[in-house]
């Protein structure tokens, strides 16, 4: 099985279930609630873990009861934790998340922003050997180091680019694969024309470039064309996390050899069966569920199929 190496962000998320999003300034009874470990990258990195595949990750959190959380949470999950550092006097992050009856959410997030963002140490931490690898723009530097390594060694890089996109300019010219989300592409390209923006990245880049759109699918650049692969239509109970379990489960078939439209379409249903499942990351399939699931909607031939 392929192993991963990914760097970014790793928080905790207390999600509450609503029948409506908050508007007003006023109390709000939850119908279900949890605290689940959350973050681009860490989120990822669960997946290929639950996947089948070795996952290391690379992140900062403080000395905290939070970061504590983090890092048990993703032991127990059996991602390699050892390149995540510790910043003495220092907050880990963590996200407030309502979820409403359709699954779609809201987020308010706390970041300590006296956290180093400085990857020098990483560097000399990298192992020597991996599949491929992933890196989110909430850490740019980090992923930076990882896209770097993985184009020295000859393997996938993909950039999980979310907004804020443009302040990663450095790991997206380091990356193999770049996989914008909606608002990323927005974020970097300051337009919404999806096929002027992937040829502008590609330009710029030299990576195969994608942007995810939730239920709107993924539309990829081939020979200077869009071709769009449909998501798997599900009833969504909750979708927080679905784009980061995308990103991981897409690294973790090109680690594989997957072609990227096999690998786009398999990202695609981990995704929409986490969306089927309430509590973030707790909704993350394994590799059988994602396989009876693909053999259920027909693989290429269903609804998932390539355009």
């Not at 089927?276 to 909704?283: D, L, N, V």
């Not at 399939?285 to 396989?291: G, H, L, N, S």
């Amino acid at each position: 099985m392929a192993s991963i190496l990914l760097a970014g962000v790793a928080v905790i998320d207390f999600v509450f279930q609503l029948d409506r999003l908050p508007r007003a300034a006023e109390k709000y009874r939850a119908r279900d609630a949890a605290i689940a470990g959350g973050g681009c990258a860490a989120n990822a990195a669960v997946a290929v873990a639950r996947l089948g595949g070795p996952a290391a990750l690379a992140a900062r959190v403080g000395d905290d009861v939070v970061g504590d959380l983090i890092i048990r949470g993703l032991e127990a999950e059996g991602v390699d934790c050892s390149r995540i550092r510790r910043f003495e006097g220092h907050r880990s992050s963590y996200s407030s998340v309502y979820v409403d009856a359709v699954g779609e959410r809201q987020i308010v997030n706390f970041r300590d922003n006296t956290l180093s963002f400085d990857a020098a140490w990483l560097a000399p931490q990298l192992p020597r050997d991996f599949d491929a690898a992933l890196g989110d723009t909430r850490w740019p530097q980090g992923a930076t180091e990882v896209l770097r390594k993985a184009r020295d060694i000859g393997v996938p890089g993909v950039l999980d680019a979310e907004a804020p996109s443009a302040e990663a300019r450095e790991a997206l010219r380091a990356a193999s694969h770049v996989a914008f989300s909606r608002q990323g592409m927005r974020d970097f390209c300051g337009h919404d024309d999806t096929l002027r923006a992937l040829r502008e990245v590609a330009g710029e880049s030299g990576a195969w470039v994608c942007v995810t759109d939730g239920a709107g699918g993924v539309t990829y650049l081939s020979d200077g064309h869009a071709r769009h692969v449909p998501s798997f239509a599900v009833d969504a109970v909750d979708t927080l996390g679905a784009g980061d379990v995308w990103h991981g489960a897409f690294a973790l078939a090109l680690g594989e050899g997957q072609h990227e439209p096999a690998a786009v379409l398999f990202a695609n249903a981990v995704a929409a069966i986490k969306c089927t499942r309430f509590g973030g990351r707790a909704g993350i399939p394994t590799r059988d569920e994602v396989e009876r699931f693909l053999a259920e909607k027909g693989g290429r031939d269903g609804s998932g199929g390539v355009s």
